[in-house]
């Protein structure tokens, strides 16, 4: 097994170079260190490429460095898990500790860059990574949403500017947490019900930490706050409602209705938390994920951001492995392959080139166009 791309540690330091072969002390040392999903060279597929590069490794290592800075200094100047709800806004909003301690015009200038990739790059699709990146969720959960959120912005027209708010309240959207370290360490069915309504804390406590950052931080504080509101009124601090519509700017939201930002927001961040998993649900398939947005889309999540997420989230990444769940006269149940293609009309038809029959064995590669099998179902492996 020879490895197709380098592979990092935390700190994005190279570990294993692409090129190098395998062997059973190395898979070790990866499995020790947790590292669970690697490219690997599969002959006869050197004309797919996997495009989880939408952000460049410079920009990747800049966000990555500022994100260790800021969420470390955080979760050490205090954990706050035993103060009264109501003494926890005033202390960020007052104690000297907290100035400063979320520099917003240094994520301003990160997310700019990320702003800059994308569209240099001309990315309109979002590739669902089939490597993570980082070993810490913390760390891939802001800029995985980040980068989302900014992709669903620019699907609805927003000029850079308002991307670079939009990108920045999204890579801070949880901060609040981190003054929780010893809630957040739990899983949340551990959780008593104070406990629980301490982390619902959490968007308030998040706005309160960025206006000690210095600067008119009014925009990323409201979509902080109110990243978990929800369509139908019942999300939470405010019970604020949304309307359905798309949330381009000119239709500013009217009283008691949620901020445009934060609509998108909480679908990138949703979308983030069910493919990798946070203190509530497990990970899922990006297609499994998919489904659960739409079906909460109307009552949990604007329909009209969700409807762009279907649009621009590929769900099947170039280079993954997938499966057929039903097969047709030529292509048999059971046989495997890698995701060649992927189809920007209908992101849930790729091209897959088959290399394994139903018992695992390599057979000849064929192109299996889903476009023209409309009776083969895939899921990825
Ligand atoms: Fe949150
Ligand atoms: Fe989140």
Redesign the pocket.
């Known amino acids: 097994m020879q490895v197709a791309r380098d592979i990092c540690d935390e700190r994005l330091e190279l570990l294993i170079a692409a090129g190098i072969e395998l062997d059973l002390r190395m898979i070790q040392r990866l499995a020790d260190l947790e590292i669970a999903d690697v490219y690997i060279h599969e002959p006869g597929t050197d004309d797919i490429i996997p495009r989880d590069d939408v952000v460049s490794d410079k920009t990747r290592r800049k966000t990555h460095k500022l994100l260790q800075r800021t969420f470390g200094d955080l979760t050490s100047l205090a954990d706050m898990s035993e103060f009264a709800n109501e003494d926890v806004v005033t202390i960020l909003q007052y104690d000297d500790r907290f100035a400063n301690a979320v520099s917003v015009s240094h994520f301003h200038e990160v997310v700019h860059s990320t702003v800059d990739d994308l569209f240099v790059r001309h990315e309109d699709i979002f590739e669902t990574p089939v490597v993570k990146r980082y070993l810490d969720r913390k760390y891939e959960?802001?800029l995985n949403?980040s980068v989302l959120a900014i992709m669903l912005g620019r699907a609805f027209h927003y000029p850079p500017e308002k991307l670079v708010v939009l990108g920045t309240s999204s890579m801070l959207?949880?901060v609040g947490?981190l003054i929780f370290p010893k809630l957040t360490s739990k899983h949340y069915r551990d959780l008593t019900s104070e406990e629980r309504r301490r982390l619902r804390l959490h968007p308030a406590a998040g706005a309160a930490i960025l206006s000690r950052g210095g600067g008119n931080t009014a925009l990323e504080q409201a979509t902080i706050r109110q990243?978990h509101e929800q369509q139908d009124g019942r999300g939470y601090p405010l019970g604020l409602m949304g309307d359905n519509l798309p949330p381009v700017e000119s239709r500013a939201p009217r009283h008691r209705e949620i901020i445009r930002y934060a609509e998108i927001l909480a679908v990138a961040?949703a979308f983030?938390?069910l493919i990798n998993g946070?203190l509530v649900v497990e990970p899922m398939s990006p297609v499994k994920a998919m489904e659960t947005l739409v079906r909460g889309a109307g009552t949990l999540y604007n329909r009209a951001v969700v409807s762009e997420a279907l649009r621009i989230i590929n769900v099947y990444p170039v280079g993954s492995i997938v499966e057929i769940r039903i097969g047709d006269q030529l292509f048999e149940t059971g046989a495997r392959g890698v995701v060649r293609r992927g189809n920007h009309q209908y992101l849930n038809r790729p091209e897959i080139l088959v290399l394994w029959d139903r018992r695992g064995q390599r057979c000849a590669p064929r192109v299996l166009d889903l476009n023209q099998h409309p009776g083969v179902e895939i899921e990825l492996v």
């Open positions: 959960h802001a949403t959207h949880d947490k990243h961040n983030d938390n946070d």
